[in-house]
């Protein structure tokens, strides 16, 4: 997964981004638990020691299955009419937070520092996810094309349109469209 260990790269809505979907993807593992949801919070930038409960994970769990939703937004307009109930019902006021000077000030959608994980997860994902949403016009994320996968990622950089959240996915669709060819169509490859 991808991690940013820059002070402010960290802070930066693509990371953010990043991370929600790095979530969304760990919490759609039955078996995931406070152990790995941790570990997804602390290759993402969070700071240690950190503490996630066997509590917090149904409720994360219930977010992920929102921000999934807007991942899978086929279009902007599909993404922000997922987008705004959330933002109108489960996020509070837009406030400014630097942690006390530990961070770079950035914008929080959830009450307070010390909110529950799964209040801030439902919050940072949405801020995240409206704001990429605002500058590209464009659905801010995606649903790997693999059947095999399942994965929301999240298009970045430039270069053609990516259909397969990695590398991975790609290369293992690409063999077995090749290879479906050839069985198809013998001695034509
Ligand atoms: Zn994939």
């Known amino acids: 997964m991808p991690v940013l260990p820059d002070r402010s790269a960290r802070h930066s809505t693509v990371a953010m ?8 993807n760990a919490l759609a593992d039955p078996a995931a638990g406070p152990r790995e949801i941790a570990g997804v919070l602390l290759a993402h930038g969070e700071d240690p020691p950190l503490t996630v409960t066997a509590e917090d994970v149904p409720p994360m769990r219930a977010a992920a299955v929102r921000l999934r ?3 899978a937004a086929a279009s902007v307009d599909e993404a922000a009419a997922l987008l705004d109930p959330l933002l109108a019902a489960r996020t509070g006021p837009l406030r400014l937070t630097s942690h006390g000077g530990a961070s770079p000030w950035h914008p929080h959608l959830d009450a307070s520092d010390d909110a529950p994980w799964p209040e801030w997860f439902l919050a940072s994902g949405c801020l995240a996810l409206a704001v990429l ?3 590209r016009q464009a659905p801010p994320g995606r649903t790997c094309a693999s059947a095999r996968c399942g994965d929301v990622f ?3 950089g430039s270069g053609p349109e990516r259909r397969y959240c990695s590398r991975r996915c790609a290369t293992r669709e690409r063999v077995a469209a090749h ?8 001695g034509a490859d």
């Open 69 to 71: 939703e807007v991942f």
């Open 17 to 24: 981004a990043l991370r929600t979907a790095a979530l969304v």
């Open 154 to 156: 999240v298009p970045h």
């Open 133 to 135: 949403l605002w500058d």
């Open 179 to 186: 290879r479906a060819r050839t069985a198809a169509a013998p």
